[in-house]
């Protein structure tokens, strides 16, 4: 099952696609796609509705996709989680997963325009799974339990600044938490649909340029294990966001390769959950 958000910012309605392309609106069954919606079994809900029938169709032509799912309480990012990514980058392949936070203020729509931040002369790109908690998970026994916390998972665009991230503080907040600096959806997809979260293809393209093609079956740690791990030192509640990693292919590895500018567009795909397309303009 896919579900998103459409509308303007701030205004979205909370939707279903349904298997033969229509959408229909869950405005009846919530009031939008959240933690709250996520935690009280909302998937189940609209999954028993679209079966019998009883959602209204909604049209969504000219309409804007918003993020699929509304204000994460945090997006928590796993860093350097492809080992061709942390070769490509100079970085040691890492024993333990490398975690930081990315302000949840960066999710917006996986079409919506990316602001190039103002001084920013290394802004890059990474496309990677997003994975979408929909159980809250505090000190999980054991990666197996993970699947029985996770909602869906998204495209999501790390977007991020190497400069600011690498070179002006010892942490990389700076160059992660830029505004717009986190494309999500267009979908939430739920695991049913999804199958084995190790073996999606990812790719991207710059200006029409293929640039990464990498596949979730080399990540250095799997989607379950992250789940259990961060959940030792965290509290994952529902609608939180977890970046999982990129593989190769960003600017800061490929010596010669242009930083993004204004007016580059930046297109995103992973098996199963649909594709992005960003413009980058100036902040």
Request: a negative charge; one cysteine or more.
């Amino acid at each position: 099952m896919k579900l998103l958000r459409i509308g303007a910012p701030g205004e979205e309605i909370p939707a279903v696609l349904g298997e033969d392309g229509r959408v229909f609106a869950l405005s009846e069954l919530t009031g939008d796609i959240d933690g709250a919606f996520l935690a009280s079994g909302g998937t189940d809900r609209v999954r028993e509705a679209l079966a019998a029938g009883r959602l209204p169709e909604l049209d969504p032509a000219g309409l804007r996709i918003g993020a699929p799912v509304a204000r994460p309480g945090k997006v928590v990012c796993v860093g350097l989680n492809y080992r061709d990514h942390a070769e490509e980058t100079g970085a040691p392949v890492p024993s333990r997963p490398v975690v930081f936070m990315k302000d949840p203020a960066t999710v917006v729509g996986p079409y919506d325009q990316v602001l190039i931040p103002r001084d920013s002369v290394k802004t890059d790109w990474e496309v990677e799974l997003a994975v979408v908690i929909g159980r809250q998970a505090r000190y999980l026994a054991d990666p197996a339990e993970a699947a029985g916390h996770i909602a869906g998972f998204a495209i999501s665009n790390d977007v991020s600044e190497r400069e600011f991230q690498l070179e002006f503080s010892g942490q990389w907040d700076l160059g992660k938490s830029c505004e717009t600096f986190n494309p999500l959806g267009p979908w939430l997809v739920t695991p049913d649909e999804v199958g084995d979260p190790q073996a999606l293809g990812l790719r991207l393209a710059v200006n029409g340029e293929l640039c990464q093609n990498g596949d979730t079956k080399n990540m250095i740690f799997e989607v379950s294990y992250l789940v259990h791990y961060l959940s030792q030192y965290m509290v994952l509640n529902p609608g939180d966001v977890i970046n999982t990693g990129t593989p190769a292919g960003v600017a800061l590895g490929l010596p010669g390769t242009p930083y993004l500018r204004a007016g580059d567009t930046v297109e995103l795909s992973i098996d199963g959950l649909g594709s992005q397309r960003q413009t980058f303009v100036n902040a």
